[in-house]
């Protein structure tokens, strides 16, 4: 399991959902963002993702590293980290989420160790730094450069209103922030990931490609009405 391909971004984490998301995709990503989800309800969906063969990751604020870590510990693969505006966030959220050496992540008894049975090492699990403001685009290289950081993702809608024209995602500033995550990700050798839609085929083949699940639901809407 991995976080190349195809996920979808969900606001809730109801185990049905979960499933059928899980059978058709190659990961799950929770939004606990913008979504109200609970962590217990995050621990089961990472068991029933991993049931259907999908890996799972979170979407959380940059203030929640902590929670980012519970989630993992609970058998969660990755995170996605909102609104990563310098490279000493980026290097915070890698040492909160990863075990020593890398970082100061604790590691118990829980689903991430075999529930202490688990001979191998923990590893480190895969980080994306979403840049979603000036600062960050502006530090990109030094975010893109942190020890630890797996990919880069723009997040276009808060992007759009840092820079000032509220809601265009399809503005031109939007397009050159994506080519220069693009650039930034090829060069230090990341993953680069975007949200399906408007801008990111024409800029470049996104390494995985997140749908949103309203999206999906239109989508799937749209094709039954035709």
Known sequence: MGFLGTAVLTPTADPVVVELLARDVDAVILDLEHGAIAD????TAAVVAHANGASIAIRTAVSEPARAARFLDAGGDGV??????DAETA????????PPPRG???VGATRA???GRRAEVLGPP???????????????????GTPGIDALLVGERDLSYALGFPGEVAHPQIAAAHVAVVE???RHGLSYV???????????VPDLVILALNTVIERGIREVRS
Do not use: K, N
């Open 40 to 43: 217990a309800d995050a621990a």
């Open 80 to 85: 996605i980290a909102a609104r990563v505006d």
């Open 91 to 98: 290097r915070a959220w890698v040492s909160a989420v990863s």
């Open 104 to 106: 100061h992540r604790g």
């Open 113 to 115: 160790t075999g529930y």
């Open 126 to 144: 895969w980080v994306c730094a979403q840049i979603e403001t000036g600062r960050g685009l502006s530090e990109l290289e030094h975010i893109a």
């Open 184 to 186: 930034a990700a090829r």
């Open 194 to 204: 975007a949200v399906s839609g408007r801008l990111t085929a024409a800029v470049a």
